[in-house]
């Protein structure tokens, strides 16, 4: 089975400034897709970048871009240039058949 | 941009009732989930659906729990005699394929309070 580890609760930046959250994943796969969604306080589901497994090149979508590890099984998002929107949980998710979610990270953007 | 509906956006029920969850996957989707989120935990996986059936389900989609897509275009989640601990969010999501590549599109969801 896969499993999908996040092992930040919560984080906080400061608006314009960088910030990783981290996330880890087992699978026996080869082929398999990795997402990260967005979860405001609206409770909706919204999708913020995907991987391909197959790909080499990390994923980029303006100012969210991923560090896909396939051999150490991470995938990391990075948020630039942090904005109050940003404020949300984010998972982590996996997706070779079905889509399993990480436990998800709080992210506070402070002003 | 297609999206997926769900209906009703926040549900009240007593325990032991029966409730209807409704969701409208996009048009030229083929395949159906729904998941479940307690408040403040994480998203958990209870069923997917293809070709009128149930392809997997997880150990929380229990007798309770059916799903339904009676008229070609809605897909309802049923659960039979509701529990306090089945309060949650839930969520429908559709995609056009049934593995990678294809992401899901999920719903905005329905928040379930069972009193």
Redesign the interface.
């Known amino acids: 089975a896969q499993t999908v580890t996040q092992s930040q609760p919560e984080m906080s930046v400061q608006e314009a400034e960088t910030v990783t959250l981290s996330c880890t994943y087992d699978t026996s796969e080869n082929?398999?897709?990795l997402?990260w969604?967005k979860q405001p306080p609206?409770?909706?589901?919204?999708?913020v970048i995907?991987q391909?497994?197959y790909k080499q090149q990390n994923a980029t979508e303006n100012r969210f871009s991923v560090n896909f590890q396939k051999a150490a099984k991470s995938f990391s998002l990075k948020i630039s240039d942090s904005q109050l929107g940003d404020t949300a949980m984010y998972?982590c998710a996996f997706?070779?058949?079905?889509?399993?979610?990480?436990?998800?990270t709080r992210l506070t953007v402070k002003p | 941009e297609p999206e997926v509906t769900q209906t009703p956006s926040h549900q009240v029920t007593q325990m032991g009732q029966e409730v209807i969850l409704r969701c409208v996957p996009i048009s030229n989707h083929l395949y159906f989930?729904w998941?479940r989120?307690i408040l403040g935990?994480?998203?958990?996986?209870l069923v997917?659906f293809y070709n009128n059936e149930i392809s997997?389900k997880s150990e929380i989609f229990d007798d309770q729990f059916s799903v339904e897509r009676p008229d070609g275009s809605n897909f309802t989640l049923k659960i039979r005699s509701t529990k306090l601990e089945d309060s949650a969010?839930y969520?429908c999501?559709s995609s056009e394929g049934?593995?990678?590549?294809y992401?899901?599109?999920?719903g905005?969801?329905t928040?379930l309070t069972v009193v």
């Open positions: 082929n398999y897709y997402f969604y609206s409770r909706q589901m919204i999708l995907r391909e497994a998972f997706r070779n058949n079905d889509m399993r979610f990480g436990a998800g | 989930y998941y989120q935990q994480k998203v958990e996986f997917s997997e969010m969520f999501a049934g593995t990678v590549p992401g899901y599109t999920f905005s969801g928040r």
